[in-house]
């Protein structure tokens, strides 16, 4: 039954949790401070090292970056960048020495390498005042993968690829004779047996000594590489393979072999790398489990480690491989086969002391090692070995690691080693912000590096300083570029603070390095079973998206490889009792244990009730007897994400439904009056605690002072301590982010309690939407298809009203005509126009805006007219006429209304910040309060959505037998087939949550179950249905058949109406199509595609069609003519030639088609070119005459169209137009006077009718 838990200091919840959780959730959003704070401390001293030291190209000068150090104060705080429009950076500085080995001088010195974006606490960074995330990529680890495939013969064929981060891939693969093949960085293959020559084993029998008589190997001796038997011969293959076309040598073969893999500047694995391919390629886990065909013995002690003909365990494999054993022979049926490995093994087997004291992590190569120990006496083993650490860990590969690969080749086909699963998340990884800005930094200063050496090349090497020869433009180029432009630098999502959460702990498959949407197959979108408490198997995006966006389980954290691990509890193996010891595993590791759930019983001393235990085994679920059981899961919700983990009976509905309702979640607008919800699942105080949103005491101490906007605490010395509160800020998805006081002076307070609510949280709880009694019914129609219907109440109580902050800009530029000015003196604008602005022509704060109002008065300069002598005179005389200025001022959009709640000017004289060109510049934010409407979307938590089809007076509502009136209708036909039961669950167990005064907290997987939710209901006095009798709220009838009524929470989501709904008559159209633009941003029309165009024809409807065909759409001037009949009450006259028809000719004439086009009565029909043929009269000679003869001839002569005439004899005009038919030219001066409202002397400007070039919008 339900226990009371504290959530923070202000709510208590009642738990159905039936599990003891032994673990805090880790910090939500540590996936980016970690990996910030590590690039800051080790990545970028890395990157250092491996561009350390720079020399120039005769060896003289040595440039080395010896240390660097970043700013402990940003230049900006985090408010002042966000209003100004700066980055939140600090100063970095680089300490540079400079040899000159010559004269034997050194020179150091600091140089600043440019501003560094920093990290704010909360996670986020801040480029030119908007606040971005990068999200967290998951690619593929560099590392060595092997994969079967099965040929027509039904023959396994094998192939392997060693991926390294950065540098050439070898690719291998055999083929259905048994040949084995190597591709070197995509080329053309080649035997496997030439690369293996090239490194060094050139005869025959050195390949048998090295990899055993394997018939594969045999086989591409004989057939594969019969003409190249030694080294010499395998390096000048290679480099005519590699360079075709180019002489080969030996010692150019050698030179491009040791670029392409040996170089450690062109060839990086990374630590992971490392790891990962001497896990892959050590002895230890091939030779486990498989039959030793010698006896073998510790080459130093002589100890026996495995017998002959004995199964060797894994502890045995480890042991042999970490005594330097490197080749292994096992008898697999009556064959003996061979196992090299790639010659890693543990150094702390080989060293007196610990080789982490030495900086050494992983396991060493063990050749190099032992070298190093015979060359140096044992007190200098421990410098020897820090100096050699590269050599000991190299991050490039060696020969032994290309043997060890094509070993592991040979032994898959009997069954040693085994093939990898490249969706498995032992083979994928996250890179972090820390990496991916290190890769940049890293393409950054390889830049810098040649511009060092050609600076080093042109400078007299005596008197050059350290400072000429760094620019730092290419580092801080590269960084700018990354943070402004790259696919995972994202402006932020924040709607709401679980959006803004989530956004953070985001991982992607998308972006450079990693997949394209397009070629993403179904298995990498998948649900893998390694997703297991490390992705969550929800929530991720409908659409092309799907699978490649994953969000990070609640308690999984990354490793220093940048594996995801699962956490878990240990199961003490003697006793099989559950310990609170805590592991943390990767996914390979994972899958050599038993794991039981967190939802298995057990007794008070942690041993399991149940003798057999449900386990998870790779992809499997076992049945196992306890003894088996390795470890247990921490939590039942660890395996899904925070929005996940944020469903009620989340284990009752269907996934599809609860991937709809994790991503809806982060769609909920803040609303006026936050209210947490009644059946919340404990998660909430955590997800507003961790997102940064609300208040929280950095001291221990009492409260002081409390206002509106601030926050005084009196810490235990007497010092006073300011908490500044956020008022109505605009967000980046134009939500208001609003912060109010939840602490009263003289409360005492601990560090990270909670002293303000934020936006969409109450009581320091998420809280996304409203408690609204809802009942499942149907009412005449009104919730058909998901609608909802809803009370008038919610309206009138402001239950579901929010605010919304738009933000204006207006800029004051310099231009070529003379400077632009914000003022109040506006040509042609009435006073009421102005009534608002102030002496400056800005808008007051509080002043109530519409559509078209304006916001900032603004003049631009027009182009002066070349003056005649007469005009000259006359401005000399009679002083300067008015500058010639047109009305450039801001205002508010079609559309949009508010209040002005905040003006912000910026200029020149007060040291703003301003881009180049511009003089002042004023933002305006207006704010609207939008009550819930009709045609906004409303949702639950479980996916069920709907839009407000009605908004119903109380009066009218369906009524409980009480009297109360319900909020909102829903209809019962959304659960059935949608399968998403919680909502029901939810409703029942709201309901007597109400009744009892209780909130509910009811974990995913770990919540109330059907017998929980009869008793809490028959604890509350309500029927243990949950059913009620429901009146018609119109007739005070009751309604024939009981009705499910309870509490639902229920959202108001981002998609509103007031942003959707939009309506055009006159506006831009497309350059060639001269079709109206579409979509709301560029005041579009509608689009009538082609299935609406064959309604009309089936309905015979021909004038409408041709009206939308014509006039409505690209009929130039036939909608001009319309627009000047509508005007003037006339009838509009027939349509002309649409204007696609046109283009239509054009784009066959430019097939080289000669196109006419002849009317019903066999004439033809005159295309004009130009719109200017048609809007204006003709551009031709008047011809005058005075004889038809006269005429005629004449008109030959000019071989004209169209034609204006003046003459004496004007019958003949007449008679000209029986006969010639011309188009009517239009006189497009002519037309526009005619136009209403139009003043004469500013008409282009006023009436924006679209024949203006700068008026037509391109689409």
Known sequence: MAHEVQMGKLRKRMSFSRIDEVLDMPNL?????????????????????????ITDYSENLVLEFVDYALDKTPKNSVERCKERDLTYAAPLKVFVRLKNRETGEIKESEVFMGDFPLMTEHGTFIINGAERVIVSQLVRSPGVYYTKQIDKAGKELFSGQIIPNRGAWIEFETDSNDGLWVRIDRARKLPVTVILRALGYGTDEQLYDLLGEDERLVATITHGDANIKSETDALIEIYRRQKPGEPPTEEGARVLLRNLFFDPKRYDLMRVGRYKYNKKLGVADRIAGQVSAETLTHPDTGEVLVKKDARISEEAALAIQNAGINMVNLKVGDRVRRVVGNNFADAAEHLPFDPKECGILEAVHLPTLKRILEQVPEEGWKRAVTEQAQNLVPKHIIIDDVVASISYLLGLPHGIGSVDDIDHLGNRRLRSVGELLQNQVRIGMSRLERVV????????????????????????????????SSQLSQFMDQPNPLAELTHKRRLSALGPGGLNRDRAGMEVR?????????ICPIETPEGPNIGLIGSLATYARINEYGFIEATYRRVDPKTHRVTDEIVYMTADEEDKYHIAQALEPLNEDGSFVNDLITVRWREEVLRVPREMVDYIDVSSKQLVSVATSMIPFLENDDANRALMGSNMQRQAVPLLIPEAPIVGTGMEYKAAYDSGVVLLSKHEGTVDAVSADEIVVRDGLGERHSYKLVKFARSNQSTCINQRPRVNVGDTVMVGDLLADGPATELGEIALGRNVLIGFMTWEGYNYEDAVLISEKLVKEDIYTSIHIEEYESEARETKLGPEEITRDIPNVGEEALKDLDEFGIVRVGAEVRSGDILVGKVTPKGETELTAEERLLRAIFGEKAREVRDTSLKVPHGESGIVVDVKLFTRENKDELSPGVNQMVRVYIAQKRKISVGDKMAGRHGNKGVVSRILPEADMPFLPDGTPLDIVLNPLGVPSRMNLGQVLEVHLGMAAKQLGWHIATPVFDGANEKDIEDTLEQAGLSRDGKTILYDGRTGEPFE??????????????????????????????????QPLGGKAQFGGQRFGEMEVWALEAYGAANTLQEILTVKSDDVVGRVKAYESIVKGNSIPTPGIPESFKVLIKELQALSLDIKVWGDNQEQIIIREFEDDELQMPRVPTVEAESQEEMAAKLDELDVDAISLSMDDLSLADELEDTQKPAAPVNRQALLDEDSGAEDDDLDDDLELDFDDDDIEIE
């Open 526 to 534: 998948d649900v893998h079973y390694s997703h297991y408490a490390r």
């Open 453 to 484: 050496r050609e600076r080093m090349a042109i400078q007299d090497a005596n008197d050059v300083k350290p400072g000429d020869l760094i620019n730092i433009r290419p580092v801080s180029a590269a960084i700018k570029e990354f943070f402004g």
């Open 29 to 53: 959003i540590e996936v980016q401070k970690n990996s910030y704070r590590r690039f800051l401390e080790e990545d970028f001293r890395e990157v250092l090292n491996d561009v350390s030291p």
């Open 1041 to 1074: 058949n009981k009705v499910t009524v309870g509490y639902m929470y229920y959202l108001k989501l981002h998609h509103l109406v007031d942003d959707k709904m939009h309506a055009r008559s006159t506006g831009p159209y497309s350059l060639v199509t001269q």
